[in-house]
């Protein structure tokens, strides 16, 4: 059973930094293409960045120059470091593993950006 687990959240001034990890389980990760997602209250979820198993990078415009995703395939693990925080970046941010015909996500972290 694929379980994907977001954790580093929380409450942040505009301009500061958060980083976000995503603890996978349930699949062979290095095999897996990972990607963050986000959802604003009111507003459908979009893809804030991606990190393919061959480790090529793709980020939404928005996001450019202020995060960067990573990950380590021996802990299992995929982070996203979040600078200059906006308060546009206020959502619950998603955690998304395709392994295979396989999709899935995880439970989400809250991150809130006050001005």
């Known amino acids: 059973q694929v379980q994907l687990v977001e954790s580093g959240g929380g409450l942040v001034q505009a301009g500061g930094s958060l980083r976000l990890s995503c603890a996978a389980s349930?699949?062979?990760?290095?095999?897996?293409?990972m990607g963050w997602y986000r959802q604003a209250p009111g507003k459908q979820r979009e893809l804030v960045a991606t990190l393919t198993r061959s480790g090529n990078t793709n980020y939404a415009d928005s996001v450019k120059g202020r995060f960067t995703i990573s990950r380590d395939n021996a802990k299992n693990a995929m982070y996203l470091q979040m600078n200059s925080l906006k308060p546009e970046d206020t959502a619950l941010y998603y955690c998304k593993a395709d392994f295979g015909s396989l999709t899935s996500w995880g439970q989400g972290t809250q991150v809130t950006v006050s001005s």
């Open positions: 349930g699949i062979i990760f290095r095999f897996a293409d």
